[in-house]
């Protein structure tokens, strides 16, 4: 028997919802492969943040430190400004716990009908790389001379040689494990020092994934083939920027939002790396019992797969797949009237 310690932060919203759903999935695949889970679980969450002035509590990543993996649901509530949540609670957890991969898994299923005519099930199933820690997404700069005439606004990108190989390492390793195609985000012809020097990394490291075959495009192309061609993708690396829209992009092409999974990894596993659904806290149907949990679910068949259990991940994963091909229940954002918890019910009856 395995057993794994779980830190869970359901978050505001249906956060709440989806991640019981989550729990019971888990829970009934576990005792098939040998698991055990126990979790705790935290309010952490823009509610907190209301009533205590923090997202969560000062030592909270010291407090995170020793699970092995954190599922979370979402975060966000009316009032509280997106950054809040963003800067007080994930990009601590993403950055102090080294999780510098950002893993969104994207697959058309049948029974979800993509918005795309030419999109079909099988076809398209692809994985975007994001590097997660650095890039685009930084705290240097500043702005001068506010409400001036001349009023200016700088912002700086940074990419490191240790950073962008290691993103780069790790989509080729799972390239290698997957499709053997890499396609890698660029704009090396408008961004002339970090895009130049991401290229010739990802030159420099697919000559060591000599089995990977490999090719690069201008974001804005990549982002309409992504539209006129999915099918063709097998692993998409990209920086933090590029890879959020893509990512973004990418789930609107599969259909649903309610589905889309993702993972923050920290690969050498010397912190745990957090698991969580790609939707947020959707206030405008929280509390009403019907949000999808399949974009949970997936996310926890993606932290049974980090965890060394392949076979329970594929398992969960092969039972969505089933329960969307094979049945007519849905929750309402798919088309159907099936609460939250009747889905998961259906969910649990296939698995
Ligand atoms: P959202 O993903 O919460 O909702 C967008 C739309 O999709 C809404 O109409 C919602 O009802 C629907 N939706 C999303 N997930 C669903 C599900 N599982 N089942 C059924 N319908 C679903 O994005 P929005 O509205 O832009 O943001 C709401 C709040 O969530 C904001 O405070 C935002 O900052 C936060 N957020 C948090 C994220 C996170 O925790 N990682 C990610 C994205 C947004
Ligand atoms: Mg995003």
Request: aromatic share 8%; glycine share 10%.
């Amino acid at each position: 028997m395995t057993h794994h310690r779980i830190a869970l932060i359901p978050g505001d919203g249906i956060g709440t919802e989806v991640l019981p759903a989550a729990r019971r999935v888990l829970d009934s695949v576990a005792g098939r492969h040998g698991i055990r889970f126990t979790y705790q679980s935290f309010d952490w969450s823009c509610e907190r943040y209301v009533h205590e002035g923090a997202m969560m509590p000062e030592d909270g990543l010291e407090q995170l430190r020793g699970y092995d993996a954190i599922l979370l649901g979402a975060v966000g509530y009316p009032g509280v400004p997106d950054h809040v949540s963003l800067w007080g609670l994930l990009i601590p957890i993403r950055r102090g716990f080294q999780q510098y991969v950002n893993l969104r898994p994207i697959r058309v299923f049948e029974g979800v009908p993509s918005p795309l005519r030419d999109a079909r099930p099988g076809e398209v199933d692809f994985v975007v790389v994001r590097e997660n820690v650095e890039g685009e997404y930084g705290e240097i700069g500043g702005r001068l001379a506010r409400g001036l005439p001349e009023e200016l606004a700088v912002q700086e990108a940074v990419f490191t040689r240790k950073g962008v190989t290691r993103i780069l390492d790790y989509a080729f390793d799972l390239a290698g494990r997957r499709g053997h195609r890499l396609t890698s985000a660029t704009k090396s012809n408008g961004i002339v020092h970090t895009m130049p020097f991401w290229d010739e990394l990802v030159a420099e490291r697919a000559a060591r994934h000599a089995d990977v075959t490999w090719n690069q495009e201008h974001i804005d192309a990549l982002a309409a083939k992504f539209v006129l061609d999915p099918a063709r993708f097998d692993v998409v690396v990209a920086s933090n920027l590029f890879g959020d829209i893509l990512s973004d992009l990418a789930a609107a092409v599969a259909g649903s939002i309610g589905i889309a999974p993702a993972a923050n990894l920290n690969p050498e596993r010397d912190f745990p790396s957090m698991f969580e659904p790609v939707h947020g806290s959707a206030p405008d149907i929280a509390g009403r019992g019907i949000a999808n949990p399949l974009g949970a679910i997936w996310s926890a068949a993606m932290m049974l797969d980090h965890l060394g259990h392949p076979e329970a991940a594929n398992e969960i994963t092969d039972a969505i797949a089933a329960l969307l091909a094979k049945t007519p229940v849905r929750t309402p954002d798919l088309g159907g009237t099936a609460m939250t918890e009747q889905f998961t019910d259906a969910l649990l009856e296939v698995v």
